[in-house]
């Protein structure tokens, strides 16, 4: 059956410094998502991303995050310069198509700032 | 603001018994309601998805019922294994205008079943 598949699966990184967590959507979908989970705390939508475009984010997804899809397969999330307070599950889900319908999330990015 | 509460916090069963977990949502406008199963470390899984026409699903042992009225949902877990030790999460998506990818989910039920 396909997944979702993220990597790595955890990311240790300093204060202020640059990461790119990865994620390979369904091959076949059209939406992809990204979300958080700090340690305890429920899951948190980050943005959505359609026909190579941002269609919706939060609050939370500030200037200091941008996604792109480099390629017909990654889906990437960067966060230019990490705070303590980046610290959590990043999940990647897709969905083939939008608003109405099931969201396949992968197994997660487990980020650690120093 | 959109808010999903769930109750209970946890809850811990015997294996074999049923149970039943609740959520109230203020999510409007208000388009479909989703129930996750999620493990520990991993990602969601999902259960159910039920529109605001819908009343009850159903997805092997698990039943989801929803009134749209009231801004109720439950699930219900029937003949609990050992396997169904997880976080329920109820998750709901406004429609379109009021951004329908921006799913709100609710803290869970960490439902923990035992022998």
Redesign the interface.
């Known amino acids: 059956e396909p997944e979702v598949t993220q990597t790595p699966s955890h990311q240790v990184t300093q204060m202020g410094q640059e990461v790119i967590l990865r994620c390979v959507p369904i091959s076949n979908h059209l939406y992809f998502y990204w979300y958080r989970q700090i340690l305890g705390q429920k899951v948190e939508f980050l943005v959505s991303f359609y026909n190579n475009e941002i269609s919706e984010k939060s609050e939370i997804f500030d200037d200091q995050f941008s996604v792109e899809r480099p390629d017909g397969s990654n889906f990437t999330l960067k966060i230019r310069s990490t705070k303590l307070e980046d610290s959590a599950m990043y999940f990647c889900a897709s969905s083939d198509l939008g608003t109405y319908y099931e969201q396949y999330f992968g197994p997660g990015t487990r980020l650690t700032v120093t | 603001k959109n808010q999903v509460e769930q109750s209970p916090q946890s809850l811990i069963i015997l294996e074999g018994k049923n149970c039943t977990l609740q959520c109230n949502y203020t999510v409007s406008p208000f388009?479909?309601l989703?129930w996750y199963k999620q493990d520990t470390?991993?990602?969601?899984?999902?259960l159910t998805?039920m529109?605001f026409s819908e009343n009850t699903k159903s997805n092997g042992r698990y039943t989801a019922t929803l009134d749209a009225d009231t801004k109720q949902s439950s699930l219900h877990i029937t003949a609990s294994q050992l396997s169904d030790s997880a976080s329920y999460?109820c998750?709901v998506?406004p429609?379109?205008s009021g951004?329908?990818?921006?799913?709100?989910?609710?803290?869970?039920t960490q439902l923990k079943v035992e022998l």
């Open positions: 388009s479909n989703r470390g991993r990602g969601p899984v999902s998805i529109t999460i998750v998506s429609d379109e951004g329908g990818n921006k799913l709100t989910f609710g803290t869970g």
